[in-house]
């Protein structure tokens, strides 16, 4: 059986790193501290929360190609609401504050 473990996710330019265990999806945890942070679907569809993983190691649950080409992740991009951690991530926002749609923390 894997055990649960503790890591840090720090939104690049953001407040202090959050503590989230390898069982928590990023968003979830930016959610849980009132992170401005861009989402929709929660579920790996929209593409909404796609970010780049500046530092770091995660883990994605299953999602929609077109939330999150091949390509794009090859570039360093992942989905936050689907991503969950294998080590202590710094990740940065896209276009930062630019997105109209839901946000945590709003
Ligand atoms: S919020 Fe829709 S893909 Fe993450």
């Known amino acids: 059986m894997v ?12 407040p202090a790193p959050i ?3 390898s069982k ?10 009132n992170v401005k942070f861009p989402y929709a679907c929660q579920n790996g569809v929209c593409g909404t929360c796609k970010c780049q993983l500046i530092a770091g190691e995660v883990v994605l649950n299953s999602y929609s190609e077109s939330a999150l080409t091949a390509y794009e992740y090859e570039q360093g991009l992942i989905l936050a609401c ?3 951690v294998l080590s202590d991530v ?3 926002k896209l ?4 997105d109209p ?3 945590a923390g709003d």
Do not use: N
């Open 24 to 33: 928590e999806f990023i968003l979830v945890a930016l959610m849980r501290r």
């Open 95 to 98: 276009e930062p504050d630019s």
């Open 3 to 14: 055990s649960k473990r503790v890591f840090q996710v720090k939104l690049f330019g953001g």
């Open 82 to 84: 689907r991503a969950r």
């Open 101 to 103: 749609a839901h946000r």
């Open 19 to 21: 503590v989230l265990d």
């Open 90 to 92: 710094i990740i940065g």
